[in-house]
């Protein structure tokens, strides 16, 4: 197990990044369900892009490992031919999901633990209906993690973030 440390690991590592972009989605989102007062058409679909622009600045800025610029590179270098050409690239992640699937189903059975806890928790501190609150709260928590977490996996995959066997990489780009 690897991925879920290094995904709380680089949110520590870089707390602005992922903090500050989380909370522009969070302060976001309950404003769109009415945490002020009620919204317009217009207010809300501009405050949808505020959020999902937000969601894809933290994507770029994990896949970039702290860098958005970086992240951008990197998801556009995936449409390149990669060395050695797909079918090269497909046997190392063939052969990497053969000899880590332990680890990576222990990756993600812990993270769904964690995800389902920091759910609960919030269900149970909000009050019913309350979904400007609920939103905020889980738009802080479970879902940069979910994405910081996801981001990890597909770096896992790639190969641009070690084994789980060695130590893991740090996450400081």
Known sequence: MWILPWAFRFVAAHPGLVLGL???????????????GPVGGTTSAFLEVVVEGARVLLFLGVIGLGGVAEGLRTVASAFARPPGGWRESGRRVRARLRAEWRALMADIAGFGLIAFAINAAIEAVAAPGAY???????????IPLTIVFQCGLLLFMSGRAGSARPAAPSPVG
């Open 132 to 142: 400007p609150r609920i939103f905020l709260l889980k738009n802080l928590t479970v």
């Open 22 to 36: 989380s909370l522009v989605s969070a302060l976001g989102r309950a404003v769109q369900l009415g945490g002020l």
